[in-house]
């Protein structure tokens, strides 16, 4: 697949012929995705709408599927720009308010890709600029452990988080828009939080293990003095994160 080309296709006009079929067969196939649905961007409908024959999509995409994963990657191009721009401030509780806010407002905004980005099955997980939003979530999330303000490892309150935001958007978007309920979001997105965030309004108390576990390991991990080896910091790890884990601390 040579979706790889096409991503500054956007700001860069000086490219080849074939670089400027490929935006014009991907902007079709995101026009009749966003309009009709995985269903509408067959071969044949793309290469109508883009005014090429369906050989041009062929030598570029290589076949349907290639063709889909290239516009999901199109359609996610500009959501991904917004999480990497997003500003990040002392307050990082509140950034992850903000990037929950975005990844459903995309979801619901663009449903199909949303579903070809996070739902459809393939082989080796979510493709590279979903893997990326999911990694944003991912350090958003770690700067809490590093305030010590988690009550699990990052990686489970990273899986709780975007399960949680996965399962809004894919309710959300299976109701048509009269039926959702626009306050449902920030309950959702509240919850999660006080699930996976100490209280802070509390003095910290020895049972507070876990939020400390996660912030000696973001610590640990941050350290570059070379205090340990690199096997000895994964064991270390492993262990914070075992502590950080524990059910019913």
Known sequence: MKFVIV??????????????????????????????????????????????????????????????????????????QDKRSAVVTDDPIQDLRDSWD??????????????????????????????????????????????????????????FTHSAAMGLVLHQIRVTHDERDPQLSEIMRENAIAAIVTNRSRRRTPSDLPGRAVALREALLADANGALTPTEKAMMAEWLDRLADRVGT
């Open 7 to 80: 991503g500054n296709m956007k700001r860069d006009k000086s490219r080849t012929t074939g670089a400027d079929a490929a935006e014009k067969v991907l902007e079709a196939a995101a026009d009749l995705l966003s309009s009709g649905g995985v269903d509408a961007v067959s071969t044949r409908a793309v290469a109508a709408a883009a005014g090429v024959q369906p050989p041009t999509i062929y030598r570029q995409f290589g076949d349907k599927q290639g063709l889909l994963d290239a516009v999901t990657g199109f359609v996610l191009q500009g959501y991904l």
């Open 102 to 159: 975005l990844h459903v407002n995309f979801g619901l905004t663009h449903p199909d890709c949303y579903i070809l980005a996070y739902v459809e099955p393939r082989p080796g997980g979510m493709p590279p600029l979903a893997r990326e939003s999911f990694d944003i979530v991912h350090r958003l999330i770690a700067r809490i452990g590093d305030h010590g303000l988690l009550r699990m490892s990052v990686k489970r309150a990273v899986e």
